[in-house]
C-alpha cells in the first residue's frame, strides 16, 4: 500500500475523498509543491481522525515514501499531538481543516531547514528523521493554538442546528477561511469570549401560539371537534352532542411556535467603549447571535459610532459564509470615535423595514454614551416597523434612551450574569 499507516486503505472512494479535500485547502493555503502529495494527506487526516493510529515498520514502507514515513513518525511521537486528538478524533470536520493546515505549516518549515529545495525535492531522500521531527514540532505548535479556534468556530455554526438538517461546515467553500481565522489572533481572541458566555439551553422559552394543527403539549376542555381527543368519540351519541354543546369535551391542547422577525444589536464603539467594554459588548453580541438561532430568526448586527457601519446580516437558515463574516467583522472591529444615537437607531428600524414584514422585531442597543435623542421621532419610526427597543447601557445613564426603550438596563459589573439578564430581555 501507498501510505504509511496500518489498516487504512488507500485507494477506497472514501479515504480518496478526504484525502483529496485535505489536499485541495492545502494548496489553498500556498502548500509547496514538493509536498503536494494525496497518500500523504491521507496520512495526516487519518493521524488525526483515528484514536489509535499505528504506523508501518519503515521496512514496510515502499521506495520514494520514506520522507512521508519520517513526517507522520514525527507526529505520532510527538506529544502535542494528543492535545489535537480531543477535536480531531472521530470528527471529520476537524480533522480536515487542521490537516490541511498542518500540512501546510510542516511544509513551511521544512522550506525553512531548506529540505524542500534543490533538484531532489520530490523524491524525499532530503528530508532525514531529525528534520522532520524538528518541522513537525514547531507546526504541531502552531496547529493546537488553531484547535481551540475551530472547535469554537464549530461550535457557533451548529449551534441550534436541527438534528438530520446537515452539517453547517461546507469545507469546500469555507475550509480555507476558517483556517485562515483560526490563523488570525484578533479572532482567537474574540472566540476567547464564549468561554465567559453563559449557558442558554436550559434559558430560553419558545414563544408560541395557540392552533389547531400544531403540536401537542397538553389538553384542554372545550368544543374544538378538530382536537377532540379520540376517548370522547367513544361516549354515547346523546352525550357526546351534550359535551360538544356545553363546550365540554376534552381536546388536546396545540401550539404552533411564533417566527419574529429579525434581532438586531447595535453597538457603540466610539473612543469610550475600547477596552473592557467593548469586549463585553462583543460577548453580548454572541450570546444574542446564539438565541437567534435557538428561535430560528435572522440576525443584524452594526457597530456604530458618530455614523452607523456596515450591516451584517445572519439569515435563519445560517450559511457558513455569513457566520464567517459574523466572526471576521466582530473581531476587527476597534473603538473610537463620537456617538450618534439617533442616526444608529433610524438606520437599524430603515434595516428591519427592508427586510419586509410586519414581524414584531428586537432591537438592542449597547452603548455608554450620553446623547440627546429624538425622542418622538425614534418612537415613532419603533412603531411603524413593530420593534420593541431595549437599552443596555453601560457605566452610565441616559433619561433619553429611558424614555424611548421598552426595556432599560443599566450594567455596572460587566459579568457573564449581565449577558444573560440582557439575552433573556
Given at each position: 500500500?501507498?501510505?504509511?499507516?496500518?489498516?487504512?486503505?488507500?485507494?477506497?472512494?472514501?479515504?480518496?475523498?478526504?484525502g483529496e479535500k485535505v489536499l485541495n485547502i492545502a494548496k489553498?493555503?500556498?502548500?509547496?509543491?514538493?509536498?503536494?502529495?494525496?497518500?500523504?494527506a491521507i496520512d495526516f487526516f487519518y493521524s488525526l481522525y483515528l484514536p489509535v493510529p499505528i504506523i508501518k515498520p519503515f521496512s514496510a514502507v515502499e521506495e520514494g515514501k520514506e520522507r512521508n514515513y519520517?513526517?507522520?513518525?514525527?507526529?505520532?511521537?510527538?506529544?502535542?499531538l494528543n492535545e489535537?486528538?480531543?477535536?480531531?478524533?472521530?470528527?471529520?470536520?476537524?480533522?480536515?481543516?487542521?490537516?490541511?493546515?498542518?500540512?501546510?505549516?510542516?511544509?513551511?518549515?521544512?522550506?525553512k531547514e531548506g529540505s524542500l529545495g534543490g533538484e531532489n525535492e520530490s523524491d524525499g531522500r532530503d528530508v532525514d528523521e531529525?528534520?522532520?521531527?524538528?518541522?513537525?514540532?514547531?507546526?504541531?505548535?502552531?496547529?493546537?493554538?488553531?484547535?481551540?479556534?475551530?472547535?469554537?468556530?464549530?461550535?457557533?455554526?451548529?449551534?441550534?442546528?436541527?438534528?438530520?438538517?446537515?452539517?453547517?461546515?461546507?469545507?469546500?467553500?469555507?475550509?480555507e477561511d476558517i483556517i485562515r481565522m483560526a490563523r488570525s489572533a484578533d479572532v482567537r481572541k474574540l472566540l476567547e469570549i464564549?468561554?465567559?458566555?453563559?449557558?442558554?439551553?436550559?434559558?430560553?422559552?419558545?414563544?408560541?401560539?395557540?392552533?389547531?394543527?400544531?403540536?401537542?403539549?397538553?389538553?384542554?376542555?372545550?368544543?374544538?371537534?378538530?382536537r377532540v381527543v379520540p376517548t370522547e368519540l367513544a361516549l354515547p351519541r346523546i352525550y357526546f352532542r351534550t359535551k360538544l354543546l356545553e363546550g365540554r369535551l376534552l381536546v388536546y391542547d396545540k401550539v404552533l411556535p411564533k417566527t419574529p422577525g429579525p434581532l438586531y444589536v447595535l453597538i457603540d464603539k466610539s473612543g469610550s467603549m475600547e477596552?473592557?467594554?467593548?469586549?463585553?459588548?462583543?460577548?453580548?453580541?454572541?450570546?444574542?447571535?446564539?438565541?437567534?438561532?435557538?428561535?430560528?430568526?435572522?440576525?443584524?448586527?452594526?457597530?456604530?459610532?458618530?455614523?452607523?457601519h456596515p450591516l451584517i446580516r445572519v439569515s435563519r437558515k445560517t450559511s457558513a459564509r455569513e457566520v464567517i463574516n459574523l466572526i471576521d467583522y466582530l473581531a476587527r472591529v476597534k473603538g473610537g470615535g463620537g456617538t450618534d444615537i439617533t442616526g444608529a437607531?433610524?438606520?437599524?428600524?430603515?434595516?428591519?423595514?427592508?427586510?419586509?414584514?410586519?414581524?414584531?422585531?428586537?432591537?438592542?442597543?449597547?452603548?455608554?454614551?450620553?446623547?440627546?435623542?429624538?425622542?418622538?421621532?425614534?418612537?415613532?419610526?419603533?412603531?411603524?416597523?413593530?420593534?420593541?427597543?431595549?437599552s443596555v447601557m453601560i457605566a452610565g445613564d441616559n433619561r433619553d434612551l429611558r424614555e424611548v426603550s421598552d426595556k432599560y438596563m443599566r450594567v455596572i459589573r460587566l459579568s457573564d450574569r449581565e449577558i444573560l439578564q440582557v439575552v433573556e430581555a
Open positions: 500500500m501507498p501510505g504509511v499507516l496500518r489498516g487504512v486503505k488507500y485507494r477506497d472512494p472514501v479515504t480518496v475523498f478526504r489553498r493555503l500556498g502548500l509547496n509543491e514538493a509536498l503536494r502529495d494525496l497518500d500523504l519520517h513526517i507522520v513518525r514525527a507526529l505520532l511521537n510527538n506529544p502535542v489535537l486528538k480531543q477535536y480531531t478524533t472521530v470528527n471529520s470536520s476537524i480533522s480536515t481543516l487542521l490537516s490541511a493546515s498542518l500540512m501546510s505549516r510542516v511544509a513551511d518549515e521544512l522550506e531529525g528534520t522532520a521531527s524538528r518541522a513537525v514540532n514547531r507546526a504541531l505548535k502552531d496547529v493546537a493554538e488553531e484547535a481551540k479556534a475551530m472547535k469554537s468556530l464549530e461550535k457557533m455554526m451548529g449551534y441550534g442546528k436541527r438534528a438530520g438538517s446537515g452539517t453547517v461546515l461546507d469545507l469546500e467553500d469555507t475550509g464564549m468561554s465567559t458566555i453563559p449557558s442558554l439551553d436550559f434559558k430560553l422559552k419558545r414563544k408560541v401560539y395557540s392552533s389547531a394543527k400544531g403540536e401537542v403539549i397538553g389538553y384542554l376542555v372545550g368544543s374544538d371537534v378538530e477596552g473592557e467594554k467593548i469586549r463585553w459588548a462583543k460577548a453580548t453580541a454572541i450570546a444574542l447571535f446564539l438565541r437567534s438561532r435557538r428561535e430560528a430568526r435572522d440576525f443584524y448586527i452594526r457597530f456604530f459610532d458618530g455614523s452607523a437607531v433610524l438606520t437599524a428600524c430603515d434595516d428591519i423595514s427592508r427586510a419586509g414584514g410586519r414581524k414584531p422585531s428586537d432591537l438592542i442597543v449597547i452603548t455608554d454614551g450620553e446623547d440627546r435623542i429624538g425622542i418622538s421621532t425614534i418612537k415613532r419610526r419603533l412603531r411603524q416597523v413593530n420593534t420593541r427597543l431595549v
